[in-house]
């Protein structure tokens, strides 16, 4: 086995990559991570791509890693600015730092391209860790592993970490009433007030995939886009230009009414799953962002046999509206020893929170208990 690294993904062809992230998340495959960096998303934010290679003897491609050096840690969603500002304070700088992650992507799903190969596995987990030490870098950090990947990772005596994400599933539904009928009487009906706000409001809801919008559709979908960050004094990090070369992965549901676009949600589909990302809106319609976010999502998947709908990251009111706690984990190697033991403590103190903090989302689960309403 050979290991190298490369700053590109144009250094590998597509059919090489695709082998080993299979057909099933959108997030991994070579047309999106090759957008994000055709699309100038990356290095503006900085995100410096340095993808970890696995050969075989005979020059085949039999791992892969899609990792970045990072000068922030804007875009991860596993936050560790508090660490950051410890390394400051000690008169240390905590970047650049190593993560494997999707950048601008809370979302779990393979960060270890292997096809299965557990030795192979091994040696990237091994190697991220020898390319951080002989670059001086301060740390690495797996964000968003699969759930067999976290167990592999687990071996390697890294620091953990787990958090909590609302995600529905599709209990095989034969449609939207079928799916509140799971729900609770008083769950169920606020859900139907919601949805009746807004039809009252006489706005209608599209689901449109990103081939079939039109020039004006596309401009409209990213000023949505652009308009969320402005609002929260953010930076929209994506461009249009990466968002139409993702166009055939891309769903639009797009609010009108009287014959205009008010407001707009951006998913991302999966073979099993839709994926919630963006949403925007010019003014506020009572009702509407649950409509686009939530609603059509989950009408979408049950319509298209989906089995899951992520919706993005936070928001313990997606709760209310079918949606159920699930860990997400991340992976933490810390060069300096004495703050990977400091960093160690405090992970653990948060896990007993964090494990509390799921028993209670838990408890507000809107579905039917056995025998009740």
């Known amino acids: 086995m050979k290991l190298t690294t490369s700053e590109s993904l ?46 075989s003897d005979d020059d085949q491609l039999i791992g892969a890693a899609p990792a970045y050096i990072k000068t922030n840690s804007y875009g991860e969603f596993v936050f560790d600015w508090a660490w950051a500002e410890a390394y400051q304070r000690a008169g240390l700088d905590y970047y650049p730092k190593l993560v494997i992650a999707i950048p601008f992507t809370p979302a779990t799903g393979p960060r270890l391209l292997t096809a299965g190969n557990e030795a192979v596995a091994q040696a990237l987990i091994n190697y991220a860790i020898d390319t951080a030490k002989q670059m001086g870098l301060t740390s690495v950090h797996w964000l968003f592993p699969a759930a067999e990947e976290q167990a592999l990772i687990q071996q390697s005596n890294l620091l953990q970490r787990f958090d909590f994400q609302f995600h529905w599933q599709n209990h095989q539904y034969k449609n939207f009433d079928d799916f509140l009928s799971r729900l609770s009487s008083k769950k169920r009906k606020n859900i139907k007030r919601e949805r009746r706000i807004v039809q009252q409001s006489n706005i209608e809801i599209k689901t449109l995939n990103g081939e079939e919008l039109t020039g004006e559709q596309w401009q409209q979908l990213y000023n949505f886009y652009k308009i969320t960050f402005m609002k929260k004094h953010g930076t929209a990090t994506l461009t249009l230009s990466f968002f139409k070369a993702i166009a055939h992965k891309l769903l639009a549901i797009i609010a009108h009414q009287d014959n205009r676009m008010v407001a707009a949600a951006i998913c991302i589909k999966g073979k099993h799953t839709l994926y919630g990302r963006h949403w925007g809106c010019y003014e506020d319609y009572d009702s509407l962002h649950f409509e ?64 509390r903090y799921g028993e209670e989302l838990m408890e507000s689960s809107p579905y039917k208990s056995a025998g009740g309403d």
């Open 292 to 355: 686009v976010c939530y609603y059509a999502g989950i009408e979408y998947c049950i319509a298209n046999q989906l089995a899951f709908f992520e919706p993005g990251a936070q928001g313990e009111h997606k709760i209310a509206r079918g949606f159920l706690p699930v860990k997400t984990w991340s992976s933490h190697w810390v060069a300096h020893e004495g703050f990977r033991g400091i960093i160690g403590d405090h992970l653990q103190k948060e896990a007993l929170m964090m494990q």
């Open 10 to 55: 144009k250094d590998i062809t597509a059919g090489q990559w695709n082998t080993l992230a299979g057909d099933s998340n959108p997030f991994v495959q070579h047309d999106f991570l090759l957008a994000l960096e055709t699309g100038d998303c990356l290095r503006p934010y900085g995100w410096y791509p340095l993808y970890l290679l696995a050969w």
